[in-house]
């Protein structure tokens, strides 16, 4: 569905850097295990992010908003090599870490959140 990059604070703290993933529909992904739930505020305090991960070996295969429901992200390594990343969306552009580069891919860069 969409290749996006989302530099806010929230995901530099939970994914050790900056989200690079994928939205896609729930209904296309089916996992296996025990995964366990963190909820939380998002950075616009109107949404609620819920994120699951592996007890196991902690992979966190998933994210999902209330406010996209039905709408997943997905870490951009975990299909490995089976989808080419190419970020065309980018949140919370102004957060990016300045030693970062701006991929040349990139058409729609939102300083802020750009889900809403
Ligand atoms: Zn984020």
Redesign the pocket.
Same mark, same amino acid.
């Given at each position: 569905m969409m290749h996006f990059l989302?530099?806010?604070t929230? #995901?530099q703290i939970m994914f050790n850097g900056s989200?690079e993933g994928y939205a896609i529909s729930r209904d296309e992904l089916s996992l296996e295990g025990v995964l366990s739930t963190y909820t939380y505020s998002g950075?616009s305090g109107q949404s609620i992010h819920v994120n699951f991960f592996c007890e196991t070996c902690s992979t966190k295969p998933l994210t999902q908003t209330d406010i996209l429901d039905g709408i997943i992200y997905v870490p951009a390594r975990l299909p490995r090599d089976q989808i080419e990343f190419k970020p065309k969306g980018g949140? #919370?552009i102004g957060l990016r870490p300045s030693w970062t580069n701006k991929p040349e891919c990139l058409v729609e860069p939102y300083t802020e959140n750009g889900t809403v």
């Open positions: 989302c530099h806010c929230d #995901c989200f950075g949140m #919370c």
